[in-house]
């Protein structure tokens, strides 16, 4: 069955470096997401991502965060400056064209700022 | 509350009895969905219900909606001990193009043996 993928499953950094994280979602599908949950909280949204640019963003997604999908298979999470409350796990969904919006996500990269 | 707020927070029960969640939103929805996540992975769909809707199936599980009170509840009959999970309500928004998901905290159920 097919699946998102994402890597790393885990990524340790130093504070103040850049971090990308990486995914490659469902190959038939065309809209791409990042959502993050910190540690005991709930999943929260980051960023859409259609047609080669973001749909829609929350606040969350400042300017240190940047997406991109740099060929026909992958989806990246680009953070530029890790703050130590940037540590969360990070999903990365995609779905197929339709109103229904169900989002197959993938297990997660768990990011630790130290 | 918060959009999305699924109570209880925790539940625990033995295998084969019958587990209800509950959430509620607060603003229109074109959809609700309830999504599960088994300790350090990503989130599975479950079972979406239309805004049109008051209640489906799909197994053993039963969503039901309430728009006037902008709240579901989502029941898990004859639970086994795979069943433990967090289990998410996740809305979208209606107004606008918005598409990203809005996730409640979840509940965390334990199945016990």
């Known amino acids: 069955e097919p699946e998102v993928t994402q890597t790393p499953s885990h990524q340790v950094t130093q504070m103040g470096q850049e971090v990308i994280l990486r995914c490659v979602p469902i190959?038939?599908?065309?809209?791409f997401y990042w959502y993050r949950q910190i540690l005991g909280q709930k999943v929260e949204f980051l960023v859409s991502f259609y047609n080669n640019e973001i749909s829609e963003k929350s606040e969350i997604f400042d300017d240190q965060f940047s997406v991109e999908r740099p060929d026909g298979s992958n989806f990246t999470l680009k953070i530029r400056s890790t703050k130590l409350e940037d540590s969360a796990m990070y999903f990365c969904?995609?779905?197929?064209?339709?109103?229904?919006?169900?989002?197959?996500f993938g297990a997660g990269t768990r990011l630790s700022v130290l | 509350s918060q959009q999305g707020e699924e109570d209880p927070q925790a539940l625990s029960i033995q295998e084969g009895e019958n587990a209800t969640m509950n959430c509620s939103y607060k603003?229109?929805?074109?959809?609700l969905q309830w999504y599960r996540q088994n300790s350090g992975r990503g989130l599975v769909h479950l079972i979406l219900?239309?805004?049109?809707?008051r209640e489906k199936h799909s197994g053993r599980l039963r969503v039901t909606l309430d728009t006037s009170k902008k709240s579901s509840s989502l029941l898990i009959t004859a639970s086994r001990a795979a069943d433990t999970a967090s289990y998410f309500c996740a809305s979208m928004y209606s107004g606008g193009g918005a598409d990203g998901l809005t996730f409640g905290k979840g509940t965390h159920l334990i199945i016990q043996p």
């Open positions: 969904a995609s779905r197929v064209r339709g109103p229904q919006n169900i989002q197959y």
């Open positions: 219900i239309r805004s049109n809707e």
């Open positions: 190959s038939n599908h065309l809209y």
């Open positions: 603003t229109s929805i074109n959809n």
